[in-house]
Structure formats: C-alpha cells, structure tokens
C-alpha cells in the first residue's frame, strides 16, 4: 500500500539505474516489542513455515507508522506506534484484546484502523458455533477506540446466508478520495446455501464506522476456496481486487468481485490450493500496488505455469483446468492501466490450448522454488518486487507449497514491467509484513531477525520480542543510511552501464525441470529444524494433529494430496451456483469440514 503521494510527486520517476547491495537498509531489531510474537505461521496442509504477518502502515503526512501483532498467546492483537525514521516504539502499544489475526492495517494521521477477527461473547445470537471468529475493523483516534464494526457474523449479509473467518487471510485498504475503507477476507458460511463452504467477501466501511451495502462494490460471497487475496485503493469503490480460486484461475475480479472478469493466469490447482500464489496461509498482503500519482496497478505472485487446458466441466467452458508446467515456483507480475484494465493479453480460455501461460511476463525462470513474492511501488513507473527462493526444492504436493534449505531473499527494481538488472540477493533479509512506500521514497516493510529455514514443516512455535525493519531505495529517494555509503554518481553510472541489461520480460520457463521421487507423506517423517531465536520458547505444539483434511473431487479431476494424515471424504460436488450476479458466485465444488485453517 502506498500513503504520502504528496511528498513522492515530488520525486523523478525516471528509469533507475539496478539495485545494488548498498541499495538495501537494515535497522536490525530496533522496534522492541512489549508482548512477545510468534514469526511462524504453518501453511494450510503442508504445515511448513510460512512469516506471520506483521502488518504495518505509515500515515499519509509520513510522521508516524504503526505496525500490527498477534501475541504470541494468539489472545489479542497489539498495534504500535513506530518512528518512521528509527523504526522505534513511540509510546505504548494498543491492545485489541480477543484479536486472532492482525488482518489488515491503515494509518491515518491521527491514529489506525485494524481489520482483525474475534470469537463474539457467549450467548451471542445467531453466533456461528464454535466460538469460530468473525471479522471486524476498529478504529483508534489519538489513542482511543472511536468505532468498532462487524464485516460478517449475525445481521450481515443475512439473506444469503451468515458467515465467519477462521483466517482473513485478506486485507484492508482505505480511500481517502472515497472516504472509504474496503476490506478483502475469507469466509465461512454457516447459515444459508453456502452453509459449511469457504469463499470471500468484500466489504466497504465509511469514514464514521457504518458498513455499507454497495451495489457492484460489496460483496457477499465471490471466489470458491479463496486462496490468496490482492486487494488496493481506488479513488471510488469498487477498489482494485484480485483472487486466486481453486477451480483454476487467478481473476482481476474488480468490477465483478467473483470468480470471473479479467482472467489474469492460469494455475494448476487442487481443493483449497493453487501454489500459494499470494502467500497461502499469512500471505494476502503487498500482492498488488498503485503507482504513485497513477491510476495503474503492478500485481506479483508465484506460479507453476500452465499447459494443457481442459474444460472445467462443473463452472464448464470457458472455465478451466491447466496442468502445472514446471515443479517449483516462479515469480510472474502483471500490470493494470487502471483497475478494471490487464495490459497485455488475458490467459488463454482456449479449452485443448497446450499453451495456457504464453502471456505471462516472468520475473524468474530457473528451477528454484519462488515464494513469498510480494510488490510495492517507488513511484509512477518503478516498482519493487520481492521473493524468497530453496534452490533445491522437493515438491511433495500439487499446488501447494515447496520444502528445502532457504538460499535467500531477493530484490528486482522492475520499471514499467521490464526488468532493470539484476535482483540483490539478502540471506538475512525478507519481507513479513506490508512493504510501504515511505514518505521519502524508500519502500519499507518488517521482518524478524531469525535464521530462517524451510526445510520442513513447523514443529514448535518461535517467540520473539523485537522486530526488524529494511528498506530499499533507488536513486532519486531522498533516503540517507548511516551504515552504509551511497555509491558515488560515477560508481552509480558504472553500475548502471554495466548491469542494466532490460530483460526480455517474456521468457517461458523450463519446461520440465526434474522432479522429485518421493510421493511420501513427509509430515510424520520429516525432522524439523525451526529456528528458535529467543531463549525463551513456547512450549510445543503438535501441529500436524491440526491439519485440515481434505477431500476428493468426485470427478476424480484433482488429486487429494496423500497425507497420511488426511482423512478423505466424500465431497459436496453438485453444490448449486447462485443466480442473479452476472454469473456463477463461487460455490466450492467440495466440502472441507471445520475447523479449518483455511485460505
Ligand atoms: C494439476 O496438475 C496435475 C499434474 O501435476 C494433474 O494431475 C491435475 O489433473 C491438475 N489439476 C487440474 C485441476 O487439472
Ligand atoms: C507439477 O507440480 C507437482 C507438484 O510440485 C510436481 O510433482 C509435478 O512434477 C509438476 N509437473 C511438472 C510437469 O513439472
Ligand atoms: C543464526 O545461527 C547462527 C549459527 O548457529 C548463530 O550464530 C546466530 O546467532 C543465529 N542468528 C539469529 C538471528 O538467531
């Protein structure tokens, strides 16, 4: 997300010359945090190591950022001031207590707004069972909560039925030229057709706290089995969205906030999964960016490629299935002229096509396993795009993550969609929470100084009580670090005329790299090495007793992953798809039952 246009109209945004190592700035641990914060998340079914979001949020005059925690009890959710220029605490933390999920964060000048989700009181009616979350936003003004609103939950959206949120795994985002906060999030049903069904909602909320029923911008239920959520301002509602389906597609769906609109890519995908595309489980955020002063959007995410396109025979033509092209993950971006409008061509809807990614403009193509991909913008033209990589993967599941050693972050400057040199490489660097376009040009996001790893699935919860800060600038940023010198012109030139080689932005990736043997369940097997960094850890949790089963398509079309753990059912194939909003709602075609973790 991007605040303080006024200060970056200030700056150029002219080509930039490639990234380099002097390019990237640590604040390492300078944000005490006074509750301690569990930095792992395990994903949806596999269980591995996914960053928990931090989301974190500068003011539009740029004087104060707040960055948003779950405490590591997972009972309340801390919101704290942050000096932009030190990464400092400023006071004392807000506390919303009952907070599961720090969902989504706006700073404002005089406070924040939080989306976050909470269990309602007992004996609430009309409640879903289970003490299941619903979500919510508060705002706070100088330090005081001002309104507290509901996004979903008993008396929203009754008609078609109620709904709640186990994970957001969604985000918040405001206007001020709308005067108006929208909100992006998963859901359950639990009254109604849906009833038992995971989808999505938007849901917009104005400047005094009051949830509102827009016509073509708010919305009940849209993508089936949402599993990743890229959500921006716009200066009107509908705001600019994006979703990742499990039926196989990832949709620009901002004028239709379902699964259909501008069909973005094809995916190979399986009940609840489609390669984490925005993250998976904790992910959701920094996915889509506006330029500044620009009505145009950049949007990053990983993907197997596609090939091979069949019908979708239950959403039927032109819906369909792709088989994936490659093993691991690569990094592609798309760019928006504005939010209704793809640049470039749509994927292919050509069912028997053998090529259903030849539109995709790759950022990597190698063999290593991209994740965690994330995008912020410095100015109209140049953007930021971030990733994670195992070298070595083992890929034990269809569309989902991968395991391996991590063997770093890196960092592209990509400008008007085009590659500008070579990304930099960091080993001690990543990117967990909202990367924000600073009041100085910098784009700024959290992390914590852990060694990471992601060899395997989590085994016991880390604790911390510090958070780091990094921040990338490119020439013409008025960002000065102490640590390390800015390369002198002369060097910058050099670096440019040597590095600055525009990538072709349209390489396919591999066909067929190697795959992996092993169609073990690695769950029960594999050793784990999480990373602990504080001497004081909480106790373990056994994770893999938690994982949520899965099911069979009836069709037999998407492969179950074969966890050993997994209890296969039946499923709900056959569920009927809503009438009246311009064409199919999203209705998963299966069944997962709760409690579910699920994004
Ligand atoms: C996904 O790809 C696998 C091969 O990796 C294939 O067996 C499966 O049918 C594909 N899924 C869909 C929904 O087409
Ligand atoms: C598709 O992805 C799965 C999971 O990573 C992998 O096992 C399979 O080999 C991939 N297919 C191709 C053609 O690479
Ligand atoms: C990472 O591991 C190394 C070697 O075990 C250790 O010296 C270092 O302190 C660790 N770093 C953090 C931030 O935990």
Redesign the pocket.
């Known amino acids: 997300m991007l605040y303080s246009t006024f200060f970056l109209s200030l700056l150029a945004s002219a080509a930039s010359a490639a990234l380099t190592d002097s390019s990237l700035e640590k604040h390492v641990g300078s944000l005490a945090l006074s509750s301690s914060f569990n930095p792992i998340k395990d994903a949806y079914w596999t269980g591995y190591p996914h960053h928990r979001r931090t989301p974190f949020a500068v003011s539009p005059d740029g004087k104060s950022a707040y960055l948003a925690y779950l405490d590591a009890s997972e009972t309340g959710v801390h919101v704290q001031q942050v000096d932009p220029s030190t990464f400092a605490a400023v006071g004392t933390a807000t506390t919303v207590s009952g907070g599961k999920e720090a969902g989504g964060l706006v700073a404002h000048n005089d406070g924040f707004a939080l989306l976050t989700n909470e269990a309602l009181p007992s004996g609430t009616a009309n409640a879903p069972a289970g003490s299941t979350p619903v979500p919510v936003m508060y705002r706070f003004t100088s330090g005081q909560q001002t309104w507290k609103t509901f996004l979903a939950g008993p008396g929203i959206n009754a008609d078609f039925g109620l709904a709640a949120t186990p994970d957001i795994n969604g985000d918040l985002a405001y206007s001020e030229a709308a005067g108006m906060y929208g909100a992006y999030f998963v859901i359950t049903a639990y009254t109604g057709e849906a009833a038992g069904h995971f989808g999505d909602s938007i849901q917009y909320v104005n400047k005094e706290g009051k949830l509102q029923t827009i016509e073509g911008a708010s919305s009940s239920w849209g993508c089936s089995h949402n599993t990743g959520i890229a959500f921006e301002a716009a200066d009107s509602v509908p705001f600019a969205s994006i979703c990742a389906e499990d039926q ?1 597609a990832i949709w620009l769906n901002t004028k239709t906030q379902s699964m259909n609109g501008v069909k973005i890519s094809n995916e ?3 009940n609840g999964a489609s390669n984490e595309a925005m993250g998976g489980m904790s992910g959701s955020y920094s996915g889509l960016a506006r330029f500044i002063d620009s009505s145009a959007y950049i949007f990053t995410w990983v993907s197997r490629g596609a090939k091979d396109l ?1 019908v979708n025979d239950w959403l039927g033509a032109p819906f369909t ?4 092209r490659t093993n691991n993950r690569n990094v592609a971006i798309a760019q928006f002229s504005d939010k209704n409008t793809l640049v470039g061509s749509e994927a292919s809807a050509t069912i028997g096509a053998a090529d259903g990614d030849s539109q995709v403009n790759w950022i990597t193509t190698g063999t290593a396993d991209c994740s965690n991909a994330h995008v912020a913008t410095f100015d109209k033209t140049n953007a930021l795009v971030t990733w994670e990589e195992i070298a070595n993967p083992t890929c034990d599941f ?2 989902m993550g991968c395991k391996g050693a991590y063997t770093g972050s890196y960092f592209q400057l990509v400008n008007a969609g085009v590659k500008v040199g070579s990304p930099i490489k960091s080993t001690d660097t990543y990117v967990a929470g909202d990367m924000v376009t600073m009041s100085d040009g910098r784009i700024c996001w959290p992390y914590v100084d852990m060694n990471w790893t992601l060899d395997g699935p989590v085994e016991s919860p880390a604790s911390v009580t510090k958070i780091s800060f990094a921040c990338v600038k490119i020439d013409g940023t008025a960002a000065t670090t102490s640590t390390s010198a800015a390369p002198s012109s002369a060097t910058a030139d050099a670096i440019s005329s040597s590095v600055v080689k525009p990538v072709s932005s349209t390489v396919q990736p591999a066909s067929s790299p190697a795959q992996p043997t092993t169609t073990d369940s690695p769950v029960s097997t594999i050793p784990v090495t999480t990373s602990v960094p504080t001497s004081a850890p909480a106790p373990v949790e056994d994770t893999g007793s938690t994982l949520p089963s899965f099911e069979l398509a009836s069709s037999g ?3 179950a992953p074969t966890l050993a753990t997994s209890t296969v059912e039946s499923s709900g194939q056959g569920f009927p798809r809503p009438t009246g909003t311009g064409g199919f709602g999203g209705f998963e075609t299966k069944v997962r039952p709760t409690p579910t973790p699920l994004v």
């Open positions: 196989g190979n995908v399986t069949t299935h792709a088989v994936n269809i569309s079309a998407v492969p």
